[in-house]
C-alpha cells in the first residue's frame, strides 16, 4: 500500500514541480530501478523544498495515509513513562523535568517545541538533519501550510525569544510550538544572547499553559547552527524552567529536554551537577 502511495505522490509532486520551475530538473531523477527507499526520499525532497501551496483533496487524501501508515509504523514513548530528574537525586523545581534523548517525533506529549528560524516556515534543504527539518517531514506539509497563515496574518519576521504555536499533524504531539532562538556567530553569547534564549524558553511555556498543555518537550535550541554552546545553553534552559516552574507550581506542567546526541546530553548533566541544588545519585535516563 504505502509503496503504490509513494510512487502516486512522487508523480505529482515531481510533475508539480517542474511546473513551478520550468526548463529545471525537480530535484533529480529517479533511476527506473528505484528502490522504494529512494523514491521514499525523493518524496521527502520534493516536499521539503515545496513552497506552502495547498494540495489538491486527492492528493491530500494520499499524503495523508501516507504519513499516517509511517506514524503508525514509527515507534511512540509516552510522556508518563519517562522518569524524572528526581530518580537522579535532583531536588527542588528541576526534580519532576525529564531529560531523555531520543527522537522528539516520536514523543507522545501535548506539545514539542521547534528551533525555528524568523521565515517560520521550516528549512528547505533536503536530506538536512535540523529539529526543523525533522519536525516539519514527519508533520506533513500542513505544518508549513500554517505557519505560512501565521507569518501572512502577522507580517513581518518572528522576533527572537517569541513563541507560536500551531497544530501538530502527523505528530504524535498535538501541538508545535515554534520559537527563533539568538544567533552565537563567534561561539561566544553575551548577556543579550542569555536573554533571548531564555526569552525562548518562558515564551513557549506560556503558550503551552496558555493552550492548556500540560506537558512540553523541548530540543536544545540554538545548539546548532544558530552556534550556541551546548553547555552554556544548558545552564540557560535549566535556569529558566526552574524559575518558570517554581512561578507556576499550579499548572503541573511536566517538562521534558530531549537530547539529540551524546554530546547534548553530556552537557545537560554537566549543568545539573553545576548547580547548586544538584545532588545526583545516578545519571538520567539516556
Given at each position: 500500500?504505502?509503496?503504490?502511495l ?5 508523480d505529482y ?6 511546473g513551478l ?13 528505484a528502490?522504494?527507499?529512494?523514491k ?13 501551496l ?8 494520499s499524503?495523508?495515509a501516507?504519513l499516517d501508515?509511517e506514524a ?18 535532583i ?27 524568523s521565515?517560520l516556515?521550516?528549512c528547505f ?12 517531514a ?9 505557519c ?7 507580517g513581518?519576521?518572528e ?5 507560536q ?16 532562538g539568538p ?14 534564549l531564555?526569552?525562548c ?9 496558555r ?5 512540553i ?9 544558530f552556534?550556541y ?7 540557560v ?11 507556576n ?7 521534558v529536554?530531549d ?6 546530553t ?7 551537577a ?13
Amino acid at each position: 500500500m504505502t509503496a503504490a502511495l509513494v510512487d502516486e505522490l512522487v508523480d505529482y509532486f515531481q510533475t508539480e514541480a517542474a511546473g513551478l520551475a520550468p526548463g529545471l530538473p525537480a530535484h533529480g531523477t529517479l533511476p527506473d530501478d528505484a528502490t522504494p527507499a529512494q523514491k521514499r526520499e525523493h518524496l521527502a525532497a520534493l516536499l521539503t523544498v515545496r513552497p506552502p501551496l495547498p494540495i489538491p483533496a486527492p492528493v491530500q487524501a494520499s499524503l495523508d495515509a501516507l504519513l499516517d501508515a509511517e506514524a503508525a509504523a514509527r515507534p511512540l514513548v509516552e510522556v508518563n513513562d519517562l522518569p524524572t530528574l528526581a530518580a537522579s537525586g535532583i531536588t527542588g523545581p528541576l526534580a519532576q523535568v525529564i531529560l531523555w534523548q531520543g527522537d522528539i517525533t516520536t514523543l507522545r506529549v501535548d506539545a514539542i517545541v521547534n528551533a525555528a528560524n524568523s521565515q517560520l516556515l521550516g528549512c528547505f534543504v533536503p536530506g538536512h538533519l535540523c529539529i526543523d527539518n525533522v519536525i516539519h517531514a514527519a508533520a506533513g506539509p500542513g505544518l508549513r501550510q500554517e505557519c505560512n497563515e501565521l507569518m501572512i496574518a502577522q507580517g513581518h519576521p518572528e522576533p527572537t525569544g517569541s513563541a507560536q504555536l500551531t497544530d501538530g499533524y502527523h505528530l504524535p504531539a498535538r501541538h508545535v510550538i515554534h520559537t527563533v532562538g539568538p544567533i552565537v556567530a563567534d561561539h561566544q553569547p553575551t548577556r543579550e544572547h542569555a536573554a533571548l534564549l531564555a526569552s525562548c524558553y518562558q515564551a513557549s511555556l506560556e503558550v503551552a499553559r496558555r493552550a492548556g498543555d500540560r506537558s512540553i518537550a523541548f530540543c536544545s535550541i540554538s545548539t546548532g547552527v544558530f552556534g550556541y554552546p551546548v553547555l552554556d545553553a544548558a545552564r540557560v534552559a535549566l535556569t529558566t524552567i526552574g524559575t518558570w516552574l517554581t512561578a507556576n507550581p499550579d499548572v503541573g506542567m511536566r517538562v521534558v529536554i530531549d537530547t539529540f546526541s551524546d554530546r547534548d546530553t553530556d552537557a545537560y548533566r554537566q549543568a545539573l551537577a553545576d548547580a547548586p541544588h544538584s545532588s545526583q545519585s545516578e545519571a538520567p535516563q539516556r
